[in-house]
């Protein structure tokens, strides 16, 4: 991580100097997430279980004296420098990474802000594409926090996180909860969060795993339809809240149930399809609060079991893993010692995470590739999950 973070930093810097002819004031690195377990749990209003993670986006900025925003991707290096003006924050739709720049300026905006020169901003990131990894909010922390900082603009670490939500919210349209900003914002090294979303309480768990290695297997589909499916499954579990708050009129989120209260009242709700999205919100969130427990009790056997029936009831009840995250579990669970895996993040491609013996990693990430390979039709990307700090300065 060190020699990656300096190696990354300084062609960070290298760049911005060849495109904006000065060095950059402000050097910050913000961390993508993985989730342990919670999954589609945090807008149900249950409890979600992530980490910050080594893998994330670097950034460089300088305030300019004009209103004129100037910014690249090192990742990109054939689009070059993509200018706008400070006023011109409206959505486009093909607008790349940088609506991520507009979305963070027009939510400061709406909150009052005063953000009224430009600056010039350069990121690069080692987040493969499309890996469910949150390349999103790590950007929407990096951009939001360097502002803050350039801006001296005071703003709470909580308050960054929620803006960060606003912009996946109000600016782009993508109904997500509140997990992903909130484990870039507030991670730590070697701890997991485990946070209650509906009173915002969390604990950090240190993440330790002995003898095991978690690692990351990221599937490298192609994104598609990710966000509709997504927004369509948090109506569905609005609906089935709706439809139980006829037999339980207190209830606030599904959250508050647990499966027993849940199974007696599941009558309630008519559609199938809309009963076993909401059996995944309240069976996950229970999961959640034994998986922790059992993490912090050194009990890895439990946890990976927990891991496995969360990635099933993803799979048969949310139906979000689809075939390639479903071929990575199947193939990691046949690897001889590993304690559990399951889907990480939105789902519908993007990553999974398998708790293997170290010991065999390497002989893991070897047989997993090759299965997967065989059955997909091209490779996974493997990676050892390093949990690391939240957004900072570097
Ligand atoms: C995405 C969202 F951004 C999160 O808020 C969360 O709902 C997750 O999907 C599923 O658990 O990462």
């Known amino acids: 991580m060190e020699t990656l973070e300096k190696d990354l930093k300084a062609s960070l810097q290298a760049s911005f100097i060849e495109r904006f002819d000065s060095p950059a004031d402000y050097l910050y690195f913000s961390p993508g997430r993985i989730n342990l377990i919670g999954e589609h749990t945090d807008y149900n209003g249950g409890h979600v279980f992530p980490a910050a993670i080594s893998i994330g986006t670097y950034g460089a900025l300088t305030l300019r004296d004009d209103q004129e925003i100037h910014v690249f991707s090192a990742n990109f290096p054939d689009v070059g420098v993509v200018s706008f003006n400070l006023n011109d924050l409206a959505p486009r739709k093909y607008d790349s990474w940088v609506k991520y720049v507009r979305g963070v300026l027009y939510e400061l905006k709406q909150a009052g802000y005063r953000v009224e020169r430009g600056f010039n901003l350069g990121i690069v990131g080692d987040m493969p594409n499309a890996s469910g990894l949150s390349s999103s909010a790590s950007l929407e922390l990096l951009i939001g926090e360097m502002l803050n900082a350039a801006f001296k603009l005071h703003i709470a670490r909580l308050d960054i996180v929620k ?179 399951r889907m990480t993040g939105a789902g519908f491609g993007g990553s999974a995470i398998a708790l293997v013996p170290r010991a065999t990693a390497s002989d893991f990430i070897k047989n997993v590739g090759e299965l997967y390979q065989a059955e997909i039709g091209y490779p996974a990307s493997f990676y050892l999950a390093e949990i690391v700090r939240g957004t900072a300065e570097l």
Not at 168 to 174: A, C, K, T, V
């Open 163 to 341: 803006l960060g939500q606003q912009v996946e919210n109000d600016y782009l349209g993508l109904r997500t909860g509140i997990m992903d900003q909130f484990a870039i914002g507030f991670g730590e090294k070697e701890k997991a969060i485990f946070l209650d979303v509906n009173t915002m309480d969390y604990e950090l768990v240190p993440a330790e795993f002995g003898e095991y290695e978690l690692i990351i297997m990221t599937t490298n589909k192609k994104r598609e339809l990710v966000d509709s499916k997504y927004n369509e499954r948090r109506d569905e579990t609005e609906l089935a809240l709706k439809e139980l708050q006829t037999v339980l009129p207190n209830l606030a989120s599904l959250g508050e149930l647990d499966l027993a209260t849940f199974e007696k009242y599941q009558d309630a709700i008519t559609d199938s399809t809309v009963l076993r999205r909401a059996r995944h919100a309240v069976s996950e969130n229970e999961r959640t609060i034994i998986a922790t427990s059992a993490l912090k009790a050194h009990d890895l056997v439990k946890f990976g079991e927990l891991l496995q029936q969360s990635h099933a009831s993803l799979r048969d009840d949310y139906e979000v893993t689809g075939e390639e995250l479903d071929t990575l579990f199947d193939a990691a669970m046949l690897q001889p010692g590993v304690l559990g895996a």
